[in-house]
C-alpha cells in the first residue's frame, strides 16, 4: 500500500518551531511522508535536515495584512499543485488555502487549532481586523469537522461555538533522561514568543525590584516594544534579550534557569484558556515557575504543585512572587521533585498516541 502523504502549513520560517518539528517527526516516525511549509524570510538561517520533508515560501512582505494576503496566495497555488493525502492546517492564519485545496483536489482535511485565533490579544484588540478573522473562522472551522487542539478548554470553546468535537493533543516536551543538579546561577527565563499579552509591560519594571537578571530567549510583535521598555527603565544590565535561540542552544538555558516566566494578560479568552508550550518546557527541566492562575494551569497545578500561580499580572503581585520562589529554598526544592512526576504524565511520548489516532482515523487506518 502506497505510504500516505501529509502535508502541514504554518506562517513562521520553520527553524524555531519546536511544536511543528515534533508533531511532524512523529507523523513521519508513524509511517507518513510529511511535508512542513512555511515562509522564507529574509533573515532566515538554512534549514536543519529533519525527518520529514521542509519548504519555505519567499514572499516580498514581512508582515501585516500584505503579508497575509500575498502568503495565503502563494500557499494556496503551492498546495494546489503538490502531491497529498491530506491537508492539515495550523492555524486560522493558513486556512483558507488548506479549505480551497482541499476541496479543489478532492482531499481530506485536517485543522491544528494551536491557538483561539480570533481571541488573541493583537486580534481582539482591533475591532476591523478582528472582524475580518472571525468572518474566516465562522466560515472556515466548520469546513474542518476533524482536528485537534492542545486544551480541554480550548476543545469545549470549539464544540460549544462550532459543534466540532476536536481531539485534545497537548504540546508537552519529549521525556528525556534528566538529572537536577543545582543551579550555577540564579537567572529567571521567560521563552517563547515575545508577543502582545505576554505581561511585559509588568514584568519589565518588576526586575527593579528582583535582584537576579532576566533571561528573554524569543521575538514576536512585541520585541521592539519589549526592548524600548527595558531601555526606558534602565534595565539594560539586568535584563537581557537573546532572540531566538535553536532549540537545541534554547536547552541550556531552560535546564540552568532558577525561575521560569509563563504568564498572559487576561485579554481575550486565547490567552485565559491557553496551554503554553514553555509550561511544559519548564516542567521538563525542573523549572518551578511564576505562572497564571488560569483554567489549565490551575488543572495541572492541583495535580502536581510545581508552579506559583497568580491571581492577576500587576507589578507588586509578579515581585511578591518571584521573592517567594528566590527566598524560599524549601519550596523550590518541593517543585522540583514535583516536576519529575509531573513530566512522567505530561510528555509529548503520550501526546502523540492521540495524535497518530486522529491521523489514522482521519485516513480510515
Excluded at 145 to 160: C, L, Q
Excluded at 262 to 268: A, E, I, R, S, V
Excluded at 299 to 324: G, P
Aim: aromatic share 14%.
Amino acid at each position: 500500500m502506497a505510504v500516505k502523504k501529509i502535508v502541514c502549513t504554518v506562517t513562521n520560517d520553520l527553524n524555531f518551531d519546536q511544536r511543528m518539528m515534533r508533531i511532524c517527526n512523529s507523523l513521519s516516525v508513524a509511517g507518513y511522508e510529511v511535508l512542513l511549509v512555511g515562509r522564507k524570510r529574509n533573515k532566515s538561517l538554512p534549514l536543519r535536515e529533519k525527518s520529514f520533508r521542509q519548504k519555505r515560501l519567499f514572499c516580498l512582505f514581512e508582515k501585516g495584512k500584505p503579508f497575509y494576503i500575498e502568503y495565503n496566495i502563494r500557499l494556496f497555488f503551492y498546495l494546489l499543485f503538490i502531491q497529498t493525502d491530506v491537508y492539515c492546517a495550523i492555524d486560522l492564519d493558513t486556512i483558507l488555502p488548506n479549505l480551497f485545496a482541499s476541496k479543489i483536489r478532492n482531499k481530506k482535511r485536517v485543522y491544528d487549532a494551536h491557538e483561539l485565533f480570533c481571541e488573541m490579544e493583537e486580534i481582539v484588540s482591533r475591532p476591523m481586523i478582528f472582524k475580518i478573522w472571525s468572518w474566516i473562522e465562522k466560515y472556515a472551522v466548520p469546513q474542518f469537522p476533524i482536528g485537534y487542539t492542545i486544551g480541554d478548554f480550548y476543545a469545549k470553546e470549539f464544540y460549544t461555538k462550532y459543534g466540532v468535537q476536536y481531539e485534545v493533543v497537548r504540546n508537552a516536551t519529549i521525556l528525556e533522561k534528566l538529572t537536577i543538579e543545582p543551579s550555577k546561577e540564579k537567572y529567571i527565563l521567560y521563552q517563547g514568543a515575545v508577543n502582545e499579552g505576554r505581561s511585559f509591560e509588568t514584568l519589565i519594571p518588576a526586575m527593579h525590584h528582583i535582584d537576579c537578571k532576566l533571561i528573554i530567549c524569543g521575538e514576536g510583535n512585541f520585541f521592539e516594544q519589549a526592548k524600548a521598555l527595558i531601555i526606558q527603565h534602565q534595565l539594560q544590565d539586568k535584563i537581557i534579550c537573546k532572540g531566538y535561540i535553536e532549540p537545541n542552544a534554547l536547552k541550556a538555558f531552560t535546564r540552568n534557569a532558577y525561575i521560569g516566566i509563563t504568564l498572559f494578560t487576561n485579554q481575550g479568552k486565547s490567552n485565559y484558556l491557553s496551554m503554553a508550550n514553555r509550561f511544559f518546557d519548564y516542567m521538563h527541566f525542573c523549572v518551578p515557575q511564576i505562572c497564571v492562575a488560569y483554567p489549565e494551569y490551575v488543572q495541572v497545578n492541583k495535580q502536581f504543585q510545581i508552579a506559583t500561580l497568580v491571581e492577576d499580572v500587576h507589578e507588586s503581585t509578579l515581585v511578591n512572587a518571584i521573592h517567594t520562589l528566590l527566598q524560599n529554598k524549601s519550596l523550590h526544592d518541593t517543585m522540583r521533585q514535583n516536576c519529575l512526576a509531573a513530566r512522567e504524565v505530561y510528555c509529548w511520548q503520550e501526546e502523540e498516541k492521540k495524535l497518530i489516532h486522529v491521523y489514522r482515523k482521519l485516513l480510515g487506518e
